[in-house]
């Protein structure tokens, strides 16, 4: 059974930093595409960033990018999410996943993940 646990969520101020983790269950992470989505209030769930199995291969949607930045460490079973510049529009609760095919790339689409954390909550405020 495989299991991801979220940490590092909470309240920070506008400008602030945070620096989530995912801790991962089972011999394979190194040959999972990692990614980090996120869901605000009323909104529906959107994908943030996105890592492939070694960490070559990274993605960012624009409205993190250049703030945000996505990192995995294999030996730890570990994928973070550094986040610089936070702004109140990141408030939303943030949600690591793990793709078990197509590793070698990133995965941008949220069918494509198998594996879900029970996610952390994020709030920004101004």
């Known amino acids: 059974q495989v299991q991801l646990v979220e940490s590092g969520g909470g309240l920070v101020q506008a400008g602030g930093s945070l620096r989530l983790s995912c801790a991962a269950s089972?011999?394979?992470?190194?040959?999972?595409?990692m990614g980090w989505f996120r869901q605000a209030p009323g909104k529906e769930r959107e994908f943030v960033a996105g890592?492939?199995?070694?960490?070559?291969?990274?993605y960012t949607v624009d409205s993190v990018k250049g703030r945000f930045t996505i990192s995995r460490d294999n030996a730890k079973n570990t994928v973070y999410l550094q986040m610089n510049s936070l702004k109140p529009e990141d408030t939303a609760v943030y949600y690591c996943?793990?793709?078990?095919?197509?590793?070698?790339?990133?995965?941008?689409?949220?069918?494509?993940?198998?594996?879900w954390g029970q996610g952390t909550q994020v709030t920004v405020s101004s």
């Open positions: 996943a793990a793709a078990r095919t197509g590793g070698w790339a990133v995965r941008l689409v949220e069918n494509e993940y198998d594996y």
């Open positions: 089972g011999r394979t992470f190194s040959s999972w595409a």
């Open positions: 890592i492939s199995w070694r960490g070559g291969t990274t």
